[in-house]
């Protein structure tokens, strides 16, 4: 473990666990704009004008010690649905930052909201692990310890936005939002860059907006919704929407343990506030399958970084913001892979291939 005091370098047994450097100098290729990061790909902390991480050296050790924890219970618990233990199992790999940073910028009253991928966010909350296993194992219904804390996980996709808007609308009726006390509350509900097409999802943000509830909608795009790359599912930066639905949305280096920390700070804060909702985009990748019932390869030309095969995926940015579909699109060579969506939808529709 390297983490040293004025630089901070977040690696662990050669694999980076604050960076993933497709990202040019903070920029993903094809947009015009920076994210908000807080460490170079070489681990070195970095200022932002909006965000700064005001932690401890003992807060930094914590957070690496959590994504390497949560990085070895996901292997884990891959390897046991590999031996018939789990039934299924949706890896985390390489979200980790996301999940650990947001994780602790959460007050005991606040309440979280989580898809079924955000076992690292159950972990920092202190979900006993063999809950989320006995799930997958189907021995029990995600009626886990924390429950008050850390709602059930959630399949159908994007459903547990409109829980969250519920509830944190219900928080303000509670008068719990907005006092300047300590028992100011506020809610974060975890989605993915797919479940931000879904109708309840869009429903959950106008409703958000309209009763300016304290929920922060933490959006983690790991470019990919099983097979879909993100390019299909938003020609714009997803993080540009929330602003026609009327509230901030940030996009954030979903890679970068202290960058989602401030920045989610700074979110549910407003929230607690009674300042209303917040959109963060964390822009992440998914280095493994979807789940254990899913293979890559099929839709994708390569996966790296796998634990002990290095730390950054070599995939190009994914052109994502002009149009273009990533150079890791289904199946295709790599001189003939960079396609317009549009053309690649087509060819996709007429050879019959469903999901
Ligand atoms: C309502 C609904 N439609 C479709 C599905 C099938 N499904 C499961 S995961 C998934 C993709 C979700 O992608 P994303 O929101 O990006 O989350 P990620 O898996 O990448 O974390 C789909 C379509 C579902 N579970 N529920
Ligand atoms: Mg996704």
Request: proline share 5%.
């Amino acid at each position: 473990m390297s983490l040293s005091g004025g630089g901070t370098s977040i690696s662990y047994a050669g694999v980076s666990y604050g960076y993933v450097g497709w990202q040019k100098g903070g920029r993903v290729r094809g947009q015009s704009h920076d994210m908000v990061q807080l460490l170079t790909p070489e681990g070195e902390r970095v200022d932002n004008d909006d965000f700064e991480f005001t932690g401890t050296t003992d807060d930094l050790v914590g957070y690496l010690r959590d994504m390497i924890l949560a990085r070895r219970f996901d292997a884990e618990a891959t390897a046991l649905q590999r031996h018939g233990e789990l039934g299924l199992w949706s890896p985390l790999l390489g979200q980790e930052a996301a999940q650990v940073g947001s994780a602790h910028a959460m007050r005991p009253a606040d309440v979280v909201f989580p898809s079924y991928r955000e076992h690292a966010v159950a972990m920092v909350l202190g979900v006993p692990l063999a809950n989320l296993l006995g799930l997958f194992r189907g021995v029990n219904g995600g009626d886990w310890e924390k429950l008050e804390t850390f709602k059930n996980y959630q399949i159908v996709i994007g459903c547990q936005a409109l829980h969250a808007t519920g509830y944190a609308m219900g928080l303000q009726f509670d008068g719990v939002v907005g006092t300047g006390t300590d028992k100011d509350a506020a809610v974060i509900v975890y989605h993915g860059d797919g479940a931000s097409s879904q109708g309840d999802v869009n429903e959950a943000y106008v409703f958000a907006a309209s009763y300016n509830a304290p929920v922060v909608f933490f959006c983690q795009n790991n470019q990919w919704a099983i097979s879909e790359p993100i390019a299909l599912q938003s020609r714009i930066p997803l993080f540009e929407r929330a602003r026609g639905f009327g509230f901030p949305g940030v996009q954030v280096d979903g890679n970068d343990v202290l960058a989602v920390k401030a920045v989610t700070d700074w979110a549910m804060e407003r929230a607690r506030a009674g300042e209303g909702p917040t959109f963060i985009e964390a822009f992440t990748y998914r280095m493994g399958a979807h789940t254990t019932s899913d293979d890559p390869t099929k839709y994708r030309a390569s996966v790296e970084g796998r634990p002990g095969g290095g730390a950054t995926p070599s995939f190009d940015s994914p052109d994502t913001w002009n149009g273009k579909v990533s150079s890791t699109t289904r199946g295709s060579p790599p001189s003939t892979r960079r396609r317009s969506s549009w053309a690649w939808t087509s060819a996709r529709r007429s050879s019959g291939w469903r999901t």
